[in-house]
């Protein structure tokens, strides 16, 4: 049986794979977020174990500590990857503040979405990310 950290590299490999499949049809990064998070938001049952699992990985002795902590640096060298929009520098964020910014909004979107499935939490997904991630070019 495949362990814990296998499973969530695995998910992991397909988000990414989905992600670069809508970022090559043109869309932006926020709405490949958007994608991968909207399929995410299908299963309940994920999700809650999503988030009970990031929890307890919080504790460096865990065993998921050290693939959460390797996540953060995937999505961080993501935002600063041609395949996502470059920051914009007048922000006065670094790309970890952005990351970390990105990671605990999409974390607070599972909650929100579990708590009150009635609403759409991710309709606020790709707002955010121009709030806060903006094409070099417009620099």
């Known amino acids: 049986m495949p362990s814990a950290s296998s499973r969530l590299r695995g998910r992991e490999e397909r988000d990414e794979e989905q992600a670069d499949r809508i970022l090559a049809a043109g869309a932006s990064g926020a709405a490949a977020l958007g994608q991968v998070l909207a399929d995410e938001f299908t299963d309940p049952d994920y999700l809650r174990?999503?988030?009970?699992?990031?929890?307890?990985?919080?504790?460096?002795?865990?065993?998921?500590?050290?693939?959460?902590?390797?996540?953060?640096?995937?999505?961080?060298?993501?935002?600063?990857?041609?395949?996502?929009?470059?920051?914009?520098?007048?922000?006065?964020?670094?790309?970890?503040?952005?990351?970390?910014?990105?990671?605990?909004?999409?974390?607070?979107?599972?909650?929100q979405a579990l708590l009150?499935?009635?609403?759409?939490?991710?309709?606020?997904?790709e707002p955010f990310m121009r709030m806060l991630i903006t094409p070099a070019e417009s620099e």
Do not use: C, N, Q
């Not at 999505?75 to 970890?96: I, Y």
């Not at 009150?116 to 997904?125: G, K, V």
């Open 116 to 125: 009150d499935p009635s609403h759409d939490p991710l309709r606020l997904m």
């Open 49 to 111: 174990h999503w988030l009970a699992l990031s929890i307890a990985a919080t504790d460096p002795a865990h065993p998921a500590h050290e693939y959460f902590a390797r996540r953060g640096e995937r999505l961080r060298r993501r935002l600063r990857d041609d395949s996502a929009p470059a920051a914009h520098s007048s922000t006065g964020l670094t790309d970890d503040d952005k990351t970390v910014m990105v990671l605990a909004m999409m974390d607070g979107l599972r909650i």
